[in-house]
């Protein structure tokens, strides 16, 4: 499925967007930045020292042409920022001497800089836990809606598939509402890629074999995303043979829609899928690109602190496209 990741690079260098990475003192930050900008899918914003950062880059033998360097201790933008987290915050006990100190950091001054438009999109967490990545984006971005939740999709390239898994990276026990904008998210997200979404809600149970509050939680949420979205391909409560195979699809839920050929598989809880997705990459030699995060009214995206310089290259090239569709919003 190497084509994918061809098709997302070359929709990036149609229209690449504006990246902020906080995280400027991992060299591999640096790495994908410098091949980032050979490609042409982003124009990279690295926040931190100039003068340490081109030191750093120097030393590892990579250029530094194309790409902005601003140090927020010293951003004429500052004050400006601290005034708008200060009025974003007041009402949780913000004061303005705390939102000028808060703002210096690196991973609230990028989300800073993407609330107001000042980058089109950041990648933060190669360091950090997903925490310092949700938290300033939780505050300062917001969610679409009220009571929306942020959830964070895989795209999992196999040999000979393409799968999309979620919510692998945020939400510990969604609910069965939370699930079911879990699922509806992942095929907007889907579609936005040029997918068309085929998904599976999860479960150790398939179509009544089980009876437990947990399968419960899974029939129930995947009635809420049927009734918001009668078009959507979706089937549930299915054990994940029954979703990706054709043949089990036919013993155990004849009737199906799926006929086992999900492409998106919904996973109950997060022990669940992020488990999944580790052995898939691990055991079934799968390319995990992401997590993406669902549910943010901007882009901003997560890494694993176990990323490589091609997954910080790879989220970049879907940052942008994920900036693309904002502007046709």
Known sequence: MEEFISSILNKARDDPKSIVYPETS?????????????????????????????ASMAALGLFTQGIEFLDPGTSDNL????????????????????????????????????????????????????????????????????????????FMIFKDRLMLFADAAVEPDPDAKDLADIALDTAATAERFGIQPKVAMLSFSTKGSAKHPMVSKVIEATK????????????????????????????KCPDSVLKGQA??????????????????TFFGKAEAVGPVLQGLRKPINDLSRGCTVNDIVNITAITVI????????
């Open 26 to 54: 991992d060299n591999r930050v640096l790495k994908a930045v410098s091949e980032i900008v050979e490609k042409g899918i982003a124009k990279p914003i690295l926040l931190g020292n100039p003068d340490k950062i081109k």
């Open 79 to 154: 004050e400006t920022y601290a005034k708008e987290l200060f009025n974003l915050r007041k009402d949780h006990g913000m004061t303005l001497e705390k939102a000028r100190e808060t703002i210096k950091k690196e991973n609230y001054f990028g989300t800073m800089m993407v609330h107001l438009d000042d980058a089109d999109g950041m990648i933060y967490g190669a360091v950090h836990p997903t925490a310092e990545t949700l938290m300033p984006a939780l505050q300062i971005i917001k969610t679409r809606g009220p009571f929306h939740k942020i959830s964070g999709l895989f």
């Open 224 to 251: 809420i995303a049927k009734y918001k979205n009668p078009e959507l391909i979706i089937d549930g409560e299915m054990q994940v043979d029954a979703a990706i195979e054709p043949w089990v699809a036919e013993i």
């Open 263 to 280: 492409n998106v598989l919904i996973f109950p809880e997060l022990n669940a899928a992020n488990i999944g997705y580790k052995l898939a």
């Open 322 to 329: 994920e900036g693309q569709s904002k502007d046709k919003r």
